[in-house]
């Protein structure tokens, strides 16, 4: 008689690759890949099963998409988990699916969260629009500095929120200082770290509790991909699973295994955006019809010292101010190569106008606040020629000085 799949150890019937010590590079391409026992092809199997033998055992740790514990999910959590030196993951439908859920699995009514001043669009909103309804308090620094987030601790506050390099300005928050801040007050801390991916910022090695990354930009990488994940210590997820069984945002199995494919070229991939941006920095630097570049690379950045402290190297997002006398849309529709997106990170180089997309619904005198001008341009650099792209830039806004 065949043994009941319950009664073999996982390992063998997966083939389960236990998390290893190998290089970054490694790990992305083979980090808790499945080995294929029947075939032994090169990659991963697909388990597109929604539904496991019930008999034996915990029907809870039986395999069921919305318990994110289905073979594709489970194993690909263990490469994302270990490219942020952390000790699990979990996989979501979304960069916000991913924000939601750890945020509510970490907080009840009542209690108080900090959250840093510049912050992704959407992750403003679901603050503003739903935490009233649930009696949750918040507040919102006056800076990105630390004593600004000491400022703002309460009796009843339980976690300190951070993006950073932020968007769209690029402005860093000092990931060790904050994360002892919340230290000693035995709060936690959460990051978005999706502008820096696991490539160019470790948060867990800086003290941070909680890492996010809305995998739809450099997890994926090819925008084509919905997906977000969060990474943190054994105890700390099971809580947040907890959770994310009731608010069900599992990924369809079939976008786990794509995210995979995609994540085996992470490295290369943001490695060489980062490049470009570098070089494109400094040539858009010394462009006398740019005023003004902000990324955290350049020397002239505010806080380049701190980025170089805390990221393995400095990303692929950057913006810049137009001169007053080149006109905006001119300028992104003489663009030929570079395409306009809302959305970044893919291996293809976009451009976005922050004042009409992402912080279109802010009034202009919030905009003044954040710095946030009506010439200012955020572009994520792709993997084309930075040679072409700064011809393709350089062209489009000769085409558009009035
Ligand atoms: C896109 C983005 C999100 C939201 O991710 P979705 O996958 O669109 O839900 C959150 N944070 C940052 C910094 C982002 O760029």
């Not at 470790?202 to 925008?223: C, E, M, Q, R, W």
Request: charged letters at 25%; glycine letters at 6%.
């Amino acid at each position: 008689m065949l043994p009941r799949l319950d009664q073999i150890p996982k390992k063998l019937y997966l083939g389960l690759q236990m998390v290893t010590k190998n290089k970054f590079s490694t790990r992305c391409v083979h980090e808790g890949e499945i080995k294929d026992t029947m075939y032994q092809g090169i990659v991963s199997p697909l388990f597109m099963s929604t539904t496991y033998p019930w008999f034996g055992g915990d029907s809870e740790t039986k395999p069921y998409p919305r318990y994110f514990n289905t073979p594709n999910q489970e194993f690909l959590s263990k490469k994302i988990a270990s490219l942020e030196n952390g000790e699990k993951a979990l996989i979501f439908t979304s960069g916000m699916a991913a924000i939601s859920t750890s945020i509510m699995a970490n907080v009840k009514s009542g209690d108080h969260i900090i959250f840093q001043d510049d912050l992704y669009g959407g992750t403003r909103n679901f603050i503003q629009t739903e935490f009233d309804k649930f009696g949750i308090e918040y507040s919102f620094t006056n800076s990105l500095d630390p004593k600004s987030f000491s400022d703002e601790i309460k009796d009843n506050t339980v976690g300190i929120y951070v993006e950073t390099p932020s968007n769209p300005l690029l402005k860093i928050v000092d990931l060790k200082s904050v994360s002892s801040i919340a230290k000693e007050k035995g709060i936690w801390t959460m990051i978005d770290n999706t502008f820096a991916s696991p490539v160019n910022q470790n948060p867990i090695d800086h003290g941070i509790d909680i890492v996010i990354h809305s995998a739809t930009k450099y997890l994926g990488g090819h925008s084509d991909i919905s997906a977000g994940a969060v990474i943190s210590s054994e105890l700390r997820i099971e809580k947040i699973l907890n959770s994310a069984k009731n608010f069900g945002g599992n990924l369809s199995d079939y976008t786990v295994w794509l995210l995979e494919r995609s994540m085996k070229t992470l490295l290369i991939r943001v490695k060489e955006q980062t490049n470009n941006a570098k070089i494109l920095a400094k040539m858009l630097d010394e462009n006398t019809n740019i005023s003004r570049v902000y990324y955290p690379g350049l020397e002239s950045h505010p806080s380049h010292e701190l980025a170089k402290s805390q990221m393995n190297d400095f990303g692929a997002m950057m913006s810049f101010d137009l001169n007053k006398n080149v006109d905006v849309y001119d300028f992104l529709k003489s663009l030929k190569i570079i395409k306009p997106g809302m959305s970044l990170a893919g291996v293809e180089t976009t451009v976005n106008f922050p004042m009409k997309t992402s912080h279109g619904l802010m009034t202009q005198e919030e905009r003044d606040i954040q710095g946030i001008g009506d010439k200012l341009i955020r572009l994520s650099v792709g993997i084309e020629s930075y040679e072409d792209l700064y011809e393709d830039l350089d062209q489009a806004i000769k085409l558009s000085i009035k």
